[in-house]
């Protein structure tokens, strides 16, 4: 089938394609949920009491597993296991592809007498051996050095992933090598949520306050995606390739009506939303708010915080559930930061706080004096870290999709600031002048210090263009893409702040109980002075911002390879280091990892827009150009002079294309072979502004890939 009849086709399947009744609950929510997870209750359920309190024990506080209740805890997943229909287990990991990865064994072991039986021993479950030399390294592993070990995490359940042929039971795992450095994420997160826990800790000890148990790091994760259909999706060589329109218009109706949002939801849409909704609450994950987004074939899901290191494999799950299902219901899921140009891109919010040993959100005011001048110290510490390490947080979001999208009207702009609202703003500025005692209307509550003034509540608009913003009881991380695993900009988060605690923890440590207040008074004042810069709560949009940005120090880098370098500057190495999250060696590596997988996704796009533009595209444009040479012989063979003049402007007008496309072509060509990354970015947009000028003016006809009209509206 050529290119033309396969679009044609595509369209005309989904206008005659009947609707589909979506399949109703068999079961109520409140028994799918958790389902297939082997969670507390299952486990109180499968496991002799003596061990399951062992085991509660080691997931409450973080310890390691009794090795001697292993082969017990084995055991009992196992049978959970097989009764669910799982016929193998899997350690579930996550490299730094930016992906899970699986290795499947069965739990088969052969008997004396020519059968089988199912075993599944503690130190099966505890410690995997996957071959590592496959995977993205930068320089930690070479090639011959294959060995590489997973490791139970028994803070994040194990869980159950089916399909129609079976079952397997998947069990959360690091990655690390032989010589023991980090080739996973989830490794350093850890170690970040431990950390932080330890320094905050310190801080509420200082405060006299509860500090015994751990401080835990939260997450909601915001999953914004594109919906498309399958036949249209494959008649999109650049979309199946790169998971992005290398060309394409956007039609004359797009969002500028703002109609999409939040509006009502497609039968078909609905019924895969309440899909993957099901399949998510027999996961555990608590999904619970979906709708349309701004662009048309946009939506959102949002989950329920959960603790940091649970929330970030759960959304990895969820982007998983999003992709496959879409598959059932004849549709694709795109996840990339920036599949269409012109219309909103896709992100990631990472809501993110700490929740106290007792259970109370510390970025939320408190209920009374003591509750509120610990919520200002670790919103002033906050203020510090990201002030501080700028460069770093914005690097954790630096990826080749994410360039399209970051301060595109539609994401945060590159430049790293704090929004805060205008109340807690003034509360700011009024410790910064030594201690005002008023505070904007709103809800004021006191704080109880003397030099302190009353601070709002929750009394503050929402700013939609800053990329760390204050939102009463979190802050929300709107840099993060859609494609980007939230462990990454977590590990950040929690290192710079945990820095920033242990700083004030130091100084608070040293302060007598009479000199206590003025201690703290200062150190908020000093952190204030030197750190407002970061405050800014207009429109990050502007022209204006960005030169007054510039006026205030604050970074602007727009790039993922500029980027990238904050990730080995000597400053960040030491503090990593200090910090015990990252070693010298595996931040280099991650540095080697993200250049190369950038390089590798400019490289794929650019050889991908080649074979377009010969294959596809110069192609129907010499179809045009023949198509136009009959019209005018037909009206010279009639006698007729009148239209022959616009047919010859349009053919030129082709033509001039033809020869620019193929000379963006040949400067695009010599690019990749010379592997000159920097200039193939422009490259490709200059060789897009040319082909999209051609689609306007080709025959609809003749046009082979689908267009925006019908990709965004035909679902």
């Known amino acids: 089938?050529?290119?033309?009849?396969?679009?044609?086709?595509?369209?005309?399947?989904?206008?005659?394609?009947?609707?589909?009744?979506?399949?109703?609950?068999?079961?109520?929510?409140?028994?799918?949920?958790?389902?297939?997870?082997?969670?507390?209750?299952?486990?109180?359920?499968?496991?002799?009491?003596?061990?399951?309190?062992?085991?509660?024990?080691?997931?409450?506080?973080?310890?390691?597993?009794?090795?001697?209740?292993?082969?017990?805890?084995?055991?009992?997943?196992?049978?959970?296991?097989?009764s669910k229909g799982a016929s193998h287990y899997t350690h579930w990991f996550q490299p730094l592809t930016g992906s899970t990865a699986e290795k499947h064994d069965s739990f088969i072991e052969p008997d004396l007498e020519g059968g089988v039986m199912m075993d599944f021993s503690g130190t099966s479950l505890i410690k995997g051996e996957p071959d590592a030399s496959s995977f993205p390294s930068g320089g930690l592993r070479a090639t011959f050095e294959a060995r590489g070990y997973t490791a139970w995490d028994p803070t994040s359940p194990a869980f159950i992933k089916s399909c129609d042929s079976g079952a397997v039971l998947c069990i959360p795992t690091a990655f690390c090598s032989y010589t023991g450095e980090a080739l996973d994420k989830k490794?350093?997160?850890?170690?970040?949520?431990?950390?932080?826990?330890?320094?905050?800790?310190?801080?509420?000890k200082a405060f006299k306050a509860d500090s015994e148990g751990r401080v835990v790091?939260?997450?909601?994760?915001?999953?914004?995606?594109?919906?498309?259909?399958?036949?249209?999706?494959?008649?999109?060589?650049?979309?199946?390739?790169?998971?992005?329109?290398?060309?394409?218009?956007?039609?004359?109706?797009h969002q500028q009506m703002e109609d999409h949002y939040f509006g009502a939801i497609k039968d078909r849409v609905l019924d895969f939303m309440s899909d993957v909704d099901e399949q998510l609450w027999s996961l555990g994950i608590p999904a619970k708010t979906r709708h349309n987004e701004v662009s048309p074939a946009q939506f959102e899901l949002a989950p329920i915080f959960e603790e940091l290191n649970l929330a970030v494999d759960h959304n990895m799950l969820v982007m998983e559930v999003l992709r496959k299902t879409a598959e059932k219901h004849g549709l694709i899921c795109l996840l990339h930061e920036k599949p269409f140009a012109g219309v909103n891109g896709s992100g990631k919010h990472n809501n993110w706080s700490l929740v106290s040993p007792d259970g109370r959100n510390l970025l939320e005011p408190g209920h009374n004096p003591h509750e509120n001048a610990i919520f200002l110290t670790f919103l002033c510490a906050i203020i510090q870290a990201v002030d501080e390490h700028a460069d770093i947080l914005r690097s954790s979001v630096a990826s080749a999709g994410n360039d399209h999208r970051l301060g595109a009207n539609e994401a945060p702009p590159a430049i790293i600031s704090i929004?805060?609202?205008?109340?807690?703003?003034?509360?700011?500025?009024?410790?910064?002048?030594?201690?005002?005692?008023?505070?904007?209307?709103?809800?004021?509550?006191?704080?109880g210090v003397d030099a302190l003034p009353d601070l709002p509540k929750d009394a503050t608009d929402r700013n939609r263009t800053s990329p760390f913003a204050f939102t009463?009881?979190?802050?929300?991380?709107?840099?993060?893409?859609?494609?980007?695993?939230?462990?990454?900009?977590?590990?950040?988060?929690?290192?710079?702040?945990?820095?920033?605690?242990?700083?004030?923890?130091?100084?608070?440590?040293?302060?007598?109980?009479?000199?206590?207040?003025?201690?703290?008074?200062?150190?908020?004042?000093?952190?204030?002075?030197?750190?407002?810069?970061?405050?800014?709560?207009?429109?990050?949009?502007?022209?204006?911002?960005?030169?007054?940005?510039?006026?205030?120090g604050l970074p602007n880098i727009k790039k993922t390879p500029d980027s990238l370098k904050a990730i080995i500057a000597g400053e960040n190495i030491e503090m990593f280091k200090?910090?015990?999250?990252?070693?010298?060696?595996?931040?280099?590596s991650r540095y080697e990892v993200y250049i190369e997988g950038y390089n590798k996704t400019l490289l794929i796009e650019g050889k991908q827009a080649?074979?377009?533009?010969?294959?596809i595209i110069i192609p129907t444009a010499y179809k045009q150009i023949n198509e136009l040479a009959k019209a005018i012989a037909g009206l010279k063979s009639a006698g007729l002079k009148a239209g022959t003049e616009a047919l010859k402007e349009s053919m030129e007008k082709i033509a001039s294309l033809i020869d620019d496309i193929s000379d963006s072509v040949d400067s695009l060509d010599k690019a990749i072979k010379k592997h000159d990354i920097s200039s193939i970015p422009d490259m490709l947009a200059t060789l897009r502004k040319y082909v999209d000028a051609l689609e306007l003016e080709a025959d609809d006809d003749l046009w082979p890939l689908p267009k925006y009209s019908e990709l965004l509206f035909i679902y």
């Open 1 to 82: 089938m050529d290119k033309i009849s396969l679009r044609r086709n595509a369209i005309a399947n989904i206008a005659s394609r009947k609707s589909e009744k979506g399949i109703g609950k068999e079961k109520p929510i409140t028994e799918i949920y958790g389902e297939n997870v082997f969670n507390l209750k299952t486990m109180k359920d499968y496991l002799p009491k003596p061990v399951y309190k062992k085991l509660l024990f080691t997931i409450k506080h973080g310890t390691a597993l009794d090795a001697e209740i292993a082969d017990d805890v084995a055991n009992a997943m196992k049978r959970w296991a097989i």
């Open 187 to 204: 490794t350093p997160l850890l170690r970040s949520m431990q950390t932080i826990s330890y320094q905050a800790k310190r801080i509420l």
């Open 217 to 253: 790091s939260t997450l909601g994760a915001e999953q914004e995606y594109f919906l498309i259909d399958k036949e249209l999706y494959y008649a999109r060589p650049d979309l199946v390739q790169c998971s992005r329109t290398l060309f394409g218009n956007v039609p004359p109706k």
């Open 419 to 447: 929004f805060l609202g205008d109340q807690l703003t003034d509360v700011i500025e009024q410790i910064e002048k030594g201690g005002a005692k008023s505070a904007k209307t709103g809800g004021a509550m006191r704080i």
């Open 472 to 552: 009463g009881n979190k802050f929300e991380f709107r840099a993060v893409g859609a494609s980007q695993s939230c462990a990454g900009p977590n590990i950040v988060l929690n290192t710079i702040v945990a820095e920033s605690f242990d700083k004030i923890a130091d100084e608070l440590e040293k302060a007598k109980k009479e000199d206590f207040n003025d201690v703290l008074q200062q150190i908020l004042q000093n952190i204030i002075k030197k750190h407002k810069r970061i405050i800014f709560n207009g429109d990050n949009y502007s022209k204006e911002w960005e030169k007054e940005a510039a006026k205030r």
């Open 578 to 588: 200090k910090y015990k999250v990252l070693s010298k060696s595996e931040l280099h």
């Open 610 to 615: 080649l074979d377009m533009t010969k294959t």
